[in-house]
């Protein structure tokens, strides 16, 4: 079997075109959708996701601040810097890119973002909103995009068994929660590094979320014939062959797609979604329905 390959490249411009027409709208209204991105430090991927989504803006007309701080930044700085975009009525939505220097307390920086403009969906407040299954919170933005992704593919999810492997908050929790909530109605299984045989668990799955940041640890032995597989994972591993030195691998092996149905590539899979999803929390924030 060789997996149809799930392409979040089409899936996130389609949901951009949505897009477009609410923010063609909000602009009637005088209201031009404004993100601020606050990077601290020189973190090279930081920098390279914080362009990824600068671009996405310009494609959509959306405003965006980049807010650029040294290494050395205090805590405090960044807590006013963030206050001062909390009270600026311009301002729709808040991200501050992770991972932060250490000595910056990061949980610490999401609870002082208003949740109205919490874009990233982290803040306790939208954690909890998406535990009591509520609309008016805003969502992670890439568990958010694998669910459209997977919408998106046809893939049904009523009834099937989901295993995601990875509890972090930002993807594999709340993943984990929008497979189980009613209307996706999984019935959903969470591996992590604690987790004994995950191989056994995994091939339980007719659906297989990966979020772990191993690269190509799901192993086409980890995969029940004609499952759905998502790779979420984004690794940089030394390859000499390449100009800039690295090439990015997923959590899955590339030899999965032979035992698969149905599998996201990396780069061009949960990728693009996240940065459409990001957009699309942004919007909502505009439209001031939270
Ligand atoms: P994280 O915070 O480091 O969490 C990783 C999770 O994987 C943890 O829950 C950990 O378990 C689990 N884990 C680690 N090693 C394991 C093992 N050998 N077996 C089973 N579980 C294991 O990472 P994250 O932020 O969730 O990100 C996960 C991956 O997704 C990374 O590759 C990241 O780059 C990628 N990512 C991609 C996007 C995108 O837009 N495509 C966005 C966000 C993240 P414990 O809890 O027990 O430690």
Redesign the pocket.
């Known amino acids: 079997m060789t997996a149809e390959v799930i392409d979040g490249v089409a899936c996130a411009a389609s949901i951009e075109s949505s897009l477009q027409i609410r923010i063609d709208s909000l602009k009637q209204q005088g209201i031009i959708p404004h993100l601020a991105v606050v990077i601290v430090g020189e973190d090279p991927a930081s920098h390279v996701y914080v362009r990824a989504k600068q671009r996405a803006c310009e494609r959509l007309g959306i405003n965006s601040t980049r807010i650029d701080l040294p290494e050395e930044t205090s805590f405090e700085q960044l807590a006013e810097i963030v206050q001062d975009l909390n009270t600026d009525d311009s301002v729709h939505g808040i991200l501050v890119q992770s991972p932060l220097p250490n000595g910056i307390n990061e949980l610490a920086i999401t609870d002082m973002i208003e949740p109205s403009k919490d874009v990233d969906g982290f803040h306790p407040v939208n954690l909890g909103r998406l535990v009591q299954s509520r609309d008016d919170g805003q969502i992670p933005c ?1 568990p958010y ?1 694998v669910m459209e992704l997977l919408h998106w593919a046809g893939i049904e999810l009523t009834g099937k068994r989901a295993v995601v ?4 908050f ?3 929790m709340s993943q984990a929660l929008l497979l189980a909530q009613k209307g996706a109605d999984a019935t959903v299984t969470i ?5 004994q045989n ?1 191989e056994e668990v995994c091939k339980e799955a007719d659906i297989l979320i990966a ?4 690269p190509e ?1 799901v192993l086409a032995s980890w995969i029940k014939p004609g499952a759905v597989v998502i790779d ?4 940089r591993v030394e390859d000499s062959s390449k100009e800039r030195g690295y090439r990015l691998a997923g ?1 899955v092996h590339p030899d999965v797609a032979d035992v698969a149905s149905a599998l996201s590539p990396v780069p061009g899979g ?2 693009p ?2 940065i459409a999803m990001l957009m699309s929390n942004t919007v909502r924030s505009s439209e001031k329905k939270l």
């Open positions: 890439t995009g492997i990875g509890r972090s930002n993807v594999g591996v992590h590094s604690k987790t995950p979020a772990v940041g191993v640890m979420v994972g984004v690794n959590d949960v990728g979604m996240t």
